[in-house]
């Protein structure tokens, strides 16, 4: 691929637009996905132009080929621990956006916690990326669906306008499959449904190292 996932000419009002979206984030009671360029599509040659984003289980694969550069992030676990982006690579991750009010963040929990306990002797990392709970909501809801991967506390939204090359500022939930160089794979937008994630992930865990 020639052309970068974002210009430098459009990022002043790209990243605008981001923390305008951010800001909302806590005033709203569901977040639904929001319509605009898509810039990893584009990147996988998928964009015709449509603002076609829907969080409606949508799932968009990248060949390994034509991935981009490895994400790169760094935040705070729940737990206090730091944890950047480059500690995921070397295996592949998985980052789920949510937080524990947004129905479609409930409905996919189990099926995410399975998908961690198969996938973990494959030396997959699961990580949430909670943009809007405190601790304990966030504790709440992990003893509730039974998760025991941790999460990243996004509530500034640090991650958030991090991936915003990935993940549209109001859709959540978003699931994201990093390869083992820490580069998206795929990503899920809506409800991760089981067996659609489960062949993201073994998609990168079948690439060799």
């Known amino acids: 691929m020639t052309a970068p996932l974002s210009s430098r000419s459009d990022h002043g009002l790209h990243r605008r637009r981001v923390l305008a979206g951010l800001a909302g984030i806590a005033a709203l009671p569901l977040l639904a996905a929001c319509s605009g360029d898509d810039p990893l599509a584009a990147q996988a040659g998928n964009a015709d132009g449509k603002n076609y984003i829907a969080g409606d289980g949508s799932v968009l694969e990248v060949a390994e080929s034509e991935r981009g550069e490895p994400v ?16 995921l ?34 030396g997959v990392r699961f990580v949430g990326v909670n943009v809007r709970d405190t601790a304990g909501t966030a504790e709440a809801f992990e003893r509730n669906f039974g998760i025991t991967y941790p999460s990243l506390e996004d509530r500034g939204g640090q991650v ?22 820490g580069r998206v794979s795929a990503r899920v937008l809506g409800v991760a449904e089981r067996s659609t994630l489960k062949s993201l992930i073994t998609t990168v865990v079948d690439e060799q190292a």
Do not use: K
Not at 89 to 113: M, S
Not at 163 to 174: F, G, H, R, S
């Open 72 to 87: 790169q992030f760094t935040s705070t676990l729940f737990s206090g621990q730091e944890l950047e982006a480059a500690d």
């Open 89 to 122: 690579a070397g295996a592949p991750a998985v980052l789920n956006f949510w937080y524990a009010a947004c129905a479609p963040c409930r409905i996919e929990a189990p099926d995410l916690q399975s998908l961690h306990e198969e996938f973990e002797p494959e």
């Open 160 to 181: 958030l306008l991090a991936m915003t090359d990935y993940v549209p500022p109001q859709a959540v939930p978003t699931t994201i499959v990093l390869d083992r160089r």
